[in-house]
């Protein structure tokens, strides 16, 4: 089992911000063209020509609703249209890849350890940790909170446990921590949130505003929302995959996305100019000196990062971080 074949989907969930997907989807077509077993498909909440254009232009797969319903909705068209793959990573559109082995990885160690549901997020995401183990060298944390930056699931863990609630749909955000909660109950996850802590550094994470404010619900100590908790507080064990508005697929074939991934030949960035280019590269920098190994060489992406984008907010953030402000 563990040296098999498998088909794995890449799915990049996207909604209102374009220039992110400009910014990291070369990098994703550039790793499956690299590893045939991957895919990639573009996920999108809503109809908007730009996405539908862009996708067009480059050859990009890419799934889309009439109306905007919520990212859970939009994982459930791609569970409905596309239900024969044996893993699927659902990956949310300003995750900014970095190393590509972290999704053959995350493949080996599910089938090492029958876990068939990871997260992965800003190192300290993680809340409320619980155990941890240490498989093939990797150290596994198990907690009860966490984000939907990346998550890894089996075609038998999403079978058995199902889709995203539709009760979502209305607020067009939240439910991925309910779906999580459903695979320890089915004993399909040691807890909800499983975390392989070393490759949070695969990915650069950013922060930008979340595109849907929803404000007149209170969340609680857990950063939960009152209608989440109901339905954790349920114990649902299996949603069937549910969609709401009509949803429609560009046709493009699920083959090597080589017109995209060749852009990469001019460089990290290709798909951006001029002063969103250099915040690109500032944020890049900025993830280096954060990473790197060695004060001198973390200092001079430091001064790179601030020389690319003096303005970055993320630069403040770091800096009072490390001051402990």
Known sequence: ???????????????????????????????????????LLVALDGASDGYREFCSEWEIPLVYSEARE??????????????????YFFIEDDVELLVGGVFPTHV????????????????????????????SGYRILHGLFGSADFNFFTRHGLGTVG????????????????????FPRAGLAPAPFNVIEALADSFIWHSPPAVTQVDLLDRDEDQLVRPERDLIDQELRHVPVQTGCPHDFNGVRMDRPEKLAATLGGGRYPLVTGSERRRCWSDFHLSQAMRGSGVARRSASFVRAVAAWPGNPMIRHRVKGILGW
Not at 70 to 87: A, H, I, M, Q
Not at 108 to 135: C, K, Y
């Open 108 to 135: 080996e160690l599910a089938r090492a350890t029958g876990i068939h549901h990871f997260s992965l997020f800003e190192s300290g995401g993680l809340r409320r940790q619980t155990e941890e183990d240490v498989i």
């Open 1 to 39: 089992m563990t040296g098999s074949p498998y088909r794995a989907l890449i799915c990049i969930t996207a909604c209102g911000r374009l220039d992110y997907l400009r910014r990291c989807l070369p990098h994703y077509a550039d790793f499956c063209c690299r590893d045939p077993r991957f895919s």
């Open 70 to 87: 919520g990212v859970g909705f939009s994982k459930n068209r791609v569970l409905e249209r596309f239900p024969d793959f044996d893993y």
């Open 163 to 182: 889709g995203w609630h539709p009760l979502f749909a209305q607020y067009r955000r939240w439910g991925h921590t309910e779906h999580s909660y459903r």
